[in-house]
């Protein structure tokens, strides 16, 4: 007994662990696909094609069966089968080679556009999942959401007009909020406007946007304009995005008599020693951790400085109200102020 | 009222709130917050505080620099952790002067003089009462310094302090500042360590919290260490350096728990806690004389006696059951031995050995008992004569009689540090454990809490050891 070869038990072992690896690891994982695969079904490919004639058409672009199946990452003959399926439910009219959406089609397009929109809202509000997670876990869950499901969401969020990346939100009629902007890299320089929308596809470039801390509810000036580069000021920071970025922020662009604050900051950026107003809250921070902010002091108008500096750097202490509170650094980027 | 004037008041109602638009609540709410900061201005008069702020403002600079702020952490909790050890010798030896040597004799002889029958008397009194008896000697002296002391330094204000020079740390891990107050709290109990998450506001950096807890080495913990480092590792190098060397094992352990809770917590935050809610704000007190005596009757009432009284609950039995184990026969051998025997092979793989598994599994109502247990089973496997007999626990005053009982068992180095290393990552005690139910109210983070440590537990001895054999 208790005789075996150190070797061969630390083989089984390290072969065991690959197994459980290869099994588990998130998202790849070979467990996870058979168990993802089972579910995609008929109605999720219906409602991935209704979406997509629908943004689309929004967009004054007509599509034809070929560029359906180009676009859509489903197998082709479900995608066919599910197009015949909705024209027999006439969801969508086809005319020759060309595909359109009916009324009743839109209307259903319209119901998923307003689950992903509310789910996106919910995210940003109620969890803490990352900016850039919110799209992928829309998409799964728009399929998932019955209509009663989707009211009963938005009376919990206040009936929202607009979701987190600023995209409207339609309301159970079928009303929609108009989006009143220009793309930044349309924008001449001099300009003063609010950051209204940052577009979350392609996920490539929205994932450069937020790299870049750039916030919805931002005031910025377009300082500089040319074919290969963009620089506009904001909150104290200059940024500098390639055209194709600048295209997914719209911008509305506010009145001539609107002030543009020079000094207007983050407060991140305060050193020791500076002392400086509040202006007011980013709409980037959301739910309870705005009212906890707002609680602790941080509301239009108090004064606020360093009170201490971090052996590590982060997150720095800020004497407000005769308190010291601590806040990290990605809170205090969002918080805005006027050094004095 | 007919439904024709209802309905035009909803619609009315949803047209006006599509006029007011998204921001109006938040726009309400900060107006209503800057007037009452105005109000406040206008006419709440301040005494001038900066004298007093500024002996404040010393204090923080220093304890929160770059030059000594981590070293200063570090001697403090050195400082408590030293106190604790060494403080709570005395009181427990002489705890269990009384309650091991005195009273225990003194029923046993009371027991035979009414005629108690053999099996009655030694589960009530050398099962359920020498294992509540152990669990008080042991645990009551340390818990009743480690707290107050902690609460004395909480009261001072300087643990925000702590939390604040911290927190960069624990945002690399996925995890919240105040996790290290929890932490430290855990080396005194873990139980203890977990109630004070409570500290902790978003959901998701407290159930980290609550689970890598147990990587703090806790008091029931401490005096494992300490006795196996001395007779093992302590012996391999020159009488005079034991001493340093024994402790600076144990250190390593402890440090290494701090490893696994920073790694832990790292994993859970990229996996299974992912998108959580999480907010971080911290308010740093102003410093003020601790109450001290306030400070010491509650930390005494609230921490000390609820997790004392939680332990002897659990452990009474635990107790009972030892006894049991190596008293019922099955054929010619007690469970214990057909027990031991079954998992020697397994505890073999682990560099452990099967008496080592057993005494895991019947203690884990509380650490304390561990050594003990491990010791009589020995003695009975082994079958060299000492301690009082068949489930009753013992410990011997001497160091080297304890050592040599070990290795008569069969124990070697590596048996003695993966003893060690497991009684750093093994299951939380069931007061532990219970303590995570009530504070998670769920079992799915109960089972993963209590699972996770063992499973660690297994793959770091399994891996020590193989290589161990290799190299050896």
């Known amino acids: 007994m208790n005789t075996y070869n150190p070797i061969t038990a630390l083989a089984v072992f390290f072969a065991l662990s690959i197994l459980a690896y290869l099994l588990f690891r998130p998202n790849k994982g070979w467990f996870w696909l058979i168990k993802n695969s089972s579910v995609s079904n008929d109605k999720i490919v219906v409602e991935d094609v209704l979406k997509l004639l629908y943004h689309n058409e929004n967009a004054d672009k007509h599509l034809n069966i070929n560029d359906i199946i180009r676009t859509l990452k489903y197998n082709d003959r479900l995608i066919l089968e599910s197009i015949n399926k909705m024209s027999d439910h006439e969801l969508i009219s086809i005319q020759g080679d060309s595909v359109k959406l009916t009324k009743s089609g839109s209307d259903y397009a319209l119901r998923i556009v307003r689950a992903h929109r509310l789910w996106e809202k919910f995210l940003a509000e109620k969890t803490g999942f990352k900016e850039a997670e919110w799209h992928e876990r829309a998409e799964r869950m728009e399929h998932e959401l019955s209509k009663m499901d989707t009211d009963m969401l938005a009376s919990q969020l206040g009936n929202p007009q607009f979701d987190p990346h600023g995209d409207p939100i339609p309301t159970n009629t079928g009303k929609i909020a108009k989006v009143k902007g220009i793309p930044v890299s349309?924008?001449?320089?001099?300009?003063?406007?609010?950051?209204?929308?940052?577009?979350?596809?392609?996920?490539?470039?929205?994932?450069?946007?937020?790299?870049?801390?750039?916030?919805?509810g931002s005031v910025i000036r377009i300082m500089e304009k040319t074919p290969a580069r963009i620089e506009f000021h904001s909150?104290?920071?200059?940024?500098?995005?390639?055209?194709?970025?600048?295209?997914?922020?719209t911008v509305s662009v506010l009145e001539k008599d609107v002030v543009f604050e020079e000094n207007l900051a983050r407060l991140s950026i305060l050193k020791e020693n500076e002392t400086a107003k509040i202006i007011g809250i980013s709409k980037e921070i959301r739910g309870d951790s705005r009212r906890r902010l707002l609680?602790?002091?941080?509301?239009?108008?108090?004064?606020?400085?360093?009170?201490?500096?971090?052996?590590?750097?982060d997150p720095k202490a800020f004497l407000i109200k005769g308190t010291s509170i601590a806040l990290r650094q990605n809170q205090a980027s969002k918080i805005l102020i006027q050094k004095d | 009222m007919d439904t024709k004037k209802i309905d035009h008041i909803i619609s009315l109602s949803n047209d006006l709130r599509w006029q007011i638009g998204?921001?109006?609540?938040?726009?309400?709410?900060?107006?209503?917050?800057?007037?009452?900061?105005?109000?406040?201005?206008?006419?709440?008069?301040?005494?001038?505080?900066?004298?007093?702020?500024?002996?404040?403002?010393?204090?923080?600079?220093?304890?929160?620099?770059?030059?000594?702020?981590?070293?200063?952490m570090f001697l403090i909790l050195a400082v408590v952790l030293w106190l604790t050890i060494v403080g709570a010798n005395y009181p427990s030896a002489m705890l269990s002067g009384i309650l091991l040597d005195t009273i225990h004799p003194a029923l046993k002889g009371f027991a035979s003089t009414i005629g108690m029958p053999w099996w009655l008397d030694g589960f009530l009194i050398d099962g359920v009462y020498l294992a509540v008896a152990w669990v008080i000697a042991v645990m009551l002296p340390p818990m009743a310094i480690f707290f107050p002391l902690f609460t004395l330094l909480e009261d001072f204000g300087y643990l925000p302090r702590v939390a604040f020079n911290l927190d960069h740390l624990f945002k690399l891990s996925g995890a919240h500042g105040k996790q290290a107050l929890t932490m430290s709290m855990g080396f005194g109990c873990n139980a203890a360590g977990i109630v004070a998450t409570r500290i902790i506001d978003s959901p998701r950096e407290r159930l980290i919290a609550i689970i890598t807890n147990n990587f703090s080495l806790c008091n029931g913990r401490w005096p494992t260490q300490i006795l196996i480092a001395t007779i093992f590792v302590g012996a391999l190098v020159p009488a005079s350096y034991s001493g340093i060397m024994s402790l600076a094992a144990v250190i390593g352990i402890a440090v290494l728990g701090m490893i696994f809770m920073f790694l832990v917590s790292w994993g859970l935050s990229k996996t299974v806690l992912k998108g959580e809610v999480s907010t971080f704000n911290l308010e740093l007190p102003p410093y003020r004389p601790p109450r001290f005596w306030k400070t010491i009757y509650t930390s005494i009432i609230d921490r000390t006696l609820i997790v004392l009284w939680r332990a002897i609950v659990f452990a009474a039995p635990a107790g009972a059951v030892i006894w049991l184990i190596s008293n019922i026969y099955l054929g010619d051998a007690s469970v214990a031995s057909w027990l031991i025997d079954s998992l020697d092979g397994f505890g073999f793989l682990l560099g452990l050995n099967g008496v080592i598994l057993v005494a895991y599994i019947v203690a884990i109502p509380a650490n304390e008992i561990v050594i003990p247990t491990i010791l009589m089973l020995t003695v009975l496997v082994t079958g060299i004569s000492a301690g009082a007999g068949a489930g009753v626990m013992f410990e011997l005053d001497s160091v080297t009689a304890t050592g040599d009982i070990l290795r008569a068992g069969g124990w070697t180095l590596l048996t003695a540090i993966n003893l060690m290393l497991f009684s750093l990552l093994h299951n939380p005690c069931s007061t532990t454990i219970y303590t995570i139910y009530k504070e998670t109210k769920s079992v799915k983070w109960t089972l993963v809490a209590s699972i996770l440590p063992v499973i660690m537990g297994f793959v770091v001895t399994f891996l020590v050891a193989q290589i161990w054999r290799l190299l050896a």
């Open chain 1, 295 to 313: 609680d602790l002091g941080f509301v239009k108008g108090a004064e606020v400085k360093i009170d201490l500096l971090n052996p590590l750097g």
């Open chain 1, 235 to 249: 909150e104290g920071e200059a940024f500098v995005l390639a055209p194709i970025m600048a295209g997914n922020i």
């Open chain 1, 186 to 216: 349309e924008l001449p320089i001099g300009t003063i406007g609010r950051i209204v929308n940052i577009k979350d596809k392609p996920e490539i470039i929205y994932k450069q946007i937020l790299a870049e801390n750039i916030h919805i």
């Open chain 2, 22 to 72: 998204d921001e109006f609540h938040d726009n309400l709410a900060e107006g209503i917050y800057a007037d009452a900061a105005e109000i406040v201005k206008d006419s709440v008069h301040k005494k001038d505080e900066t004298g007093a702020f500024r002996i404040d403002a010393k204090i923080d600079k220093i304890i929160t620099s770059k030059i000594w702020g981590f070293p200063l």
